[in-house]
């Protein structure tokens, strides 16, 4: 199995909307969610760095699609919350109908992390995304993230509870109990984004920068 690196993550560069990405080579892993589910800490905490992308305490503060070069061999792509709408020269930008739109025509994606806070899940546009995810046959994985504000009791009360909704869904499950700030699940997500990108280098859809 190829092996990423994530110490060696650095920021690349930050687009406005999906018509300004261009970059059109290489393999992308989309980090999605609602705002506040916890993305950008993410990176950090992948990457072991406190300010490589920016956290707030305040909803819809990624305000642009943030991209991050992973050990010369992927990107991480880190999407403003797709509950939220911004203004670019006064212009709305729905980033749900964005989102969807990456989904639905970029080639470099590989894999999508889909961040939900543990305690509210599943929402409607995590559902839509969901959807979409299953039938286009796109790579994912659903973290349960902030577990470290439950007791282990309830961690697996709710990942019971989010797998019977996914499987209701006639979906097969892929989800995770994840926590940034105490590391926990860190270990097996890095472990699955290697593995996409594994999977892709053996295709010979090899990352060129
Ligand atoms: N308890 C807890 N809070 C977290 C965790 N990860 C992120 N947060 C907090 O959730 C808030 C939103 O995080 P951020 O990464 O900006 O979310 P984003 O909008 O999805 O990019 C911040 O206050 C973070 O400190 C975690 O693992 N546990
Ligand atoms: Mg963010």
Known sequence: MKILNFDLTFFMKSFINIDQINIHVGNEIAFLGYSNSGKSTLVNSLS???KLSRVS???GSTKLINFFNVDNKCRIVDFPGYGYSSFYKR???NWLREIKKYLFYRKCLI???LLVDINFFFKENDLIIINILNKKKINFIILLNKCDKLSFFLRKKKYIS???KIISLKISPCIQIFSSFKKIGIFELKKTLSN???DVYKKNKKCSF
């Open 111 to 113: 894999g999508v992390v």
């Open 57 to 59: 305490k305040f909803p």
């Open 91 to 93: 212009k709305k930008i």
């Open 196 to 198: 996409w990108y594994s």
């Open 162 to 164: 989010a797998q019977e």
């Open 48 to 50: 072991n760095k406190k």
